[in-house]
């Protein structure tokens, strides 16, 4: 299943260090696919990949002392479209 996450940064140059230092810290997984920043380098959106929606807790741990997370389920238009007609 598709997501996308909306992290609100707390400390964007801690951030970007600690990414340098460690890399996504994502568990086995859970993918990550792309990503978009807006140009005040405050809010990230990410588009991920998981069957395990809890492996999000796990990943949210290692960074929720520099961001805060919002995590939304997506289907593809098509699909939503072939069950509303």
Not at 13 to 33: C, S, V
């Amino acid at each position: 299943m598709l997501y996308m996450v909306t992290e609100h940064f707390k400390d964007a140059p801690a951030i970007y260090r600690r990414f340098r230092e460690k890399g996504r810290m994502m568990p086995d997984g859970l993918n990550y696919i792309s990503s978009w920043i807006d140009t005040e380098f405050q809010v990230c959106y990410q588009l991920m990949e998981t069957e395990d929606a809890a492996l999000f807790d796990t990943w949210t741990e290692n960074w929720s002392d520099l961001m805060e997370f919002k995590i939304v389920s997506l289907t593809r238009s098509l699909s939503f479209n072939d069950l509303t007609t």
